[in-house]
């Protein structure tokens, strides 16, 4: 890929990226009275999570599957997202050398 | 905006650790130094950048790189829906641009924050100040990346690709601690992940077929409550 291509590439995801960042907020605004939304709405999140992190934890090796874990109760416990990630990261690359 | 960037210094931890990765694969995946900056600045999103990595080669698969980028940032509109209502005041300009920097760990603590029912904090400040630490430190980690990308073996950067799951189960974590209601719609959404998974359906409609499995598990078990409510004496 040319160097133009490239960068009229970047700008386009960037600006794709925007539009859905900036978009579901403006259109929901007409939903901003209705409170049987509200229920629904605080499901989703969750739901689009569950999407990737179960596929991934399928589809890792062992010590993939075991950094995930370890990942998740150490979160859980310590609500740690730095502890949680480095103890994470740390069996990853740990992984790697074995 | 400083308690915004205090309360995210801890997801910017993995970002960085994320970014460094994108810098190295988008070095291997032959992007310039000046390409994947950019691209780390103007895009901001791990997912759909090293989604368009797997595909970024000659001649340029514009319509397919555009596509991934519109099904995998997809879940940004969920996000800004869930969003709605959590900003006080009419500063529409403000409210816009801390939107331009919503991330996943970014909403998520905006949420915890309206949850806390802390009227002090300014949302739209704390927010933005989430994420700039998030920008930085991603930009950060790019740098990196590109710039000791020799220093890594083949082996270590095969095993960080899965970080971005790590990431995704700390926030899910977080997000699951504060709605422990919700733990069965997200079980059942989670199982659907897995049949797809299991069966090989293509990674697109695993996404929107989670979400629909969640949004109908919330309507049965809301028709359920209603009816267990209209059995009491």
Redesign the interface.
Known sequence: ???Q???L??????L???V??????????G??RAERFK??????????????????????ST??VL??GV??VT??KT????I???L??GI??G??LV | MGKGASALSGFAISTLMFGLMFGIAATSAGLSRLEALTMSALVFSGSVQFASLEVWNHPAPLVTILISSILISSRNILLGLVLIGQFPGRDGFWRILSMSFLTDPNAITTLKLAQSNDTHTNRIAYMLGGGFILHISWMVGTFCGLTFTDLFGHSQIQAMRFSGVLVMSTLMVLFAKGNTKNAFLWIVSGLCAAILTIFQVHSYLIMPSCVLAGVLAFFYKLNTSRESQGKLP
């Open positions: 890929m040319n160097s291509t490239a960068l590439m970047i700008l386009l995801m960037s794709v990226v925007l859905t960042r900036i978009g579901g907020y403006v259109l929901g605004m939903f901003q229920g629904v709405l605080e499901v989703l999140p969750g739901c689009a999570m569950m999407a990737l992190i179960v596929p991934g934890a399928l589809g890792g010590y993939e950094a995930l990942t998740s979160m859980w609500g740690s997202v730095a949680a990630t480095i994470g990261i990853l690359l992984s790697s």
